[in-house]
């Protein structure tokens, strides 16, 4: 499947549509005969749904990709159900995921910029790019990103790995935090290992990135070596952190993550030294 992001659908209106309906991180799935899949057009009118913030995304093959919402009150007929997104990856497969990532990411920037933060002028879309303009004022609000830093800290043979007291379930990751306004993304690497467990590390280097869309993150992964210091943790984010060799992992974040990747690149390389 190959997915064409778009702000204007095509002219020729006569394609199937598929629907990406939310309840904030939920998205409406259809689940039946052991198998889920995302509402098309004909299955969204059948069921006497009707979708409201309607926004074009894109195309996936011929079918035209809407984001949209549901009202509260409207009733949902039954084989219809709601699914955590981070659910997502193993039911309707990782590609879907992540085209429904944008879509959920779209829509919530759609809803929360209305208004101008400004003058408070309702906004208008502007047709040649995804942003919204103040036709008042003139500001323009384009998508927001937040970039995050996320970082594999080795020490020898060891990984640094922390639970977070965010996490609903009891696995370890790999450190990561936001970017700050004025900061490059290798001191927002040497001040959040600092911050969080009172280390310094050296020899930060670059290691992939992943759009993550809850709301609004692109994450930013670097490799870095320890420097110095004793593992001090930051109670206020973090409930601990330790070093932990490829053979004796805790429980880890999700396969699809980049954090996952990060650890696997850790196991990975200890395999190959040795
Ligand atoms: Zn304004």
Redesign the pocket.
């Known amino acids: 499947m190959s997915f064409i992001p778009s702000i204007h659908p095509p002219d020729s209106q006569d394609r199937p549509i598929l629907w990406f309906i939310f309840d904030k991180s939920k998205l409406l799935v259809i689940s039946e005969h052991g198998t889920c899949s995302l509402p098309d057009g004909g299955q969204v009118e059948a069921g006497g749904l009707k979708p409201i913030h309607q926004l074009f995304f894109g195309l996936l093959e011929d079918r035209l990709c809407y984001a949209a919402g549901l009202c509260p009150d409207d009733p949902l007929p039954a084989s219809f159900e709601w699914m955590d997104l981070r659910g997502l990856p193993g039911t309707i497969g990782e590609e879907l995921f992540w085209i429904a990532g944008r879509a959920n990411h779209l829509l919530d920037w759609d809803q929360s910029h209305r208004f101008?933060g400004?003058?408070?002028?309702p906004?208008e879309d502007k047709s040649e790019e995804r942003a919204k303009r103040?036709p008042?004022?003139?500001?323009i609000n384009y998508p927001r990103l937040s970039p995050a830093v996320i970082v594999a800290v080795v020490k020898g043979d060891q990984i640094l790995l922390a639970r977070n007291k965010r996490f609903r379930a009891p696995f370890y990751s790999v450190l990561a935090g936001f970017v700050e306004p004025g900061e490059t993304l290798e001191q927002c690497v040497q001040r959040e290992i600092h911050e969080e467990v009172g280390l310094s590390v050296k020899k930060i280097r670059y290691f992939g990135s992943q759009p993550w869309p809850f709301p609004n993150s692109l994450m930013v992964g670097f490799v870095a070596d320890y420097a110095d210091g004793m593992i001090a943790v930051d109670n206020s984010e973090l409930m601990e952190a330790a070093w932990f060799s490829a053979q004796s992992l805790p429980a880890l974040p999700s396969r699809i993550s980049i954090a996952w990747q990060l650890i696997d690149w850790f196991v990975n390389s200890r395999q190959v030294r040795h």
């Open positions: 101008c400004r003058c408070s002028h906004t103040c008042a004022c003139g500001l």
